[in-house]
């Protein structure tokens, strides 16, 4: 079986790729269990409307522009990480009170860890959409990840002040999970930046060592 990757011009239609029909199995019957067991139903809501808004743009945009198997990979995670975070609020998640106890933390951090892989896991994604997509420069498909990874956490950020303080108040604690931290926006934006700049010193390191150009 033959399975695309982003330096190839190759892409394997959706219907002929059991690859992606696994990632897309596997996250449908989790996602629904998560809402099968949530422990606050208006927060799961609120934090899968943009799941829903993303997996929508995802199916309108296939056969335009069709992503790399790395790239959905990537995605796939990301959202298995979001929809769990989601299932019990993140500041309420099983397994960052487990990292929490297991590392001695002063709070609960899977918040942290799903905005670090924002950037981590859909920078590459973005530098394949700029690069392979819309044909732009190498230079700009490199730093354009990192510039919007930024901007769309503090764009996030901007919401989550919305929805908190704005149009549903009474969910606003459990929404925004800062516990606490007065400073948990900017934390959270720093890790989204640093983990976009990571994965592009990583993809970039690759491709040198393997002279693959652009």
Request: hydrophobic residues 50%.
């Amino acid at each position: 079986m033959k399975y695309s990757i982003a330096i190839s011009d190759f892409r394997t239609p959706l219907k002929k790729n059991p690859f992606l029909i696994g990632y897309l199995a596997v996250f449908i019957t989790y996602w629904l269990s998560t809402l099968v067991g949530t422990t606050d139903l208006a927060n799961w809501m609120l934090e899968n409307t943009l799941v829903i808004l993303f997996l929508g743009g995802l199916f309108i945009s296939y056969n335009r522009f069709k992503f790399s198997d790395l790239t959905y990979t990537f995605i796939f995670v990301y959202l298995l990480l979001h929809v769990y975070g989601s299932k019990y609020t993140y500041a309420e998640n099983p397994f960052g009170y487990w990292l929490q106890d297991a590392f001695g933390f002063s709070r609960n951090h899977y918040d942290r860890i799903v905005h670090f892989s924002f950037g981590f896991l859909l920078g590459y994604p973005m530098r394949e959409l700029f690069y392979k997509g819309f044909k732009f420069p190498a230079w700009t498909a490199w730093l354009l990840p990192i510039e919007i990874t930024l901007s769309f956490s503090a764009l996030y950020e901007l919401i989550e002040w919305a929805v908190a303080d704005l149009f549903f108040p009474e969910q606003g604690i459990a929404y925004l999970g800062t516990q606490g931290d007065i400073w948990d926006a900017q934390k959270d934006m720093c890790l989204a930046f640093l983990g976009a700049i990571l994965i592009t010193v990583i993809v970039r390191m690759i491709r040198k060592g393997f002279n693959i150009n652009g």
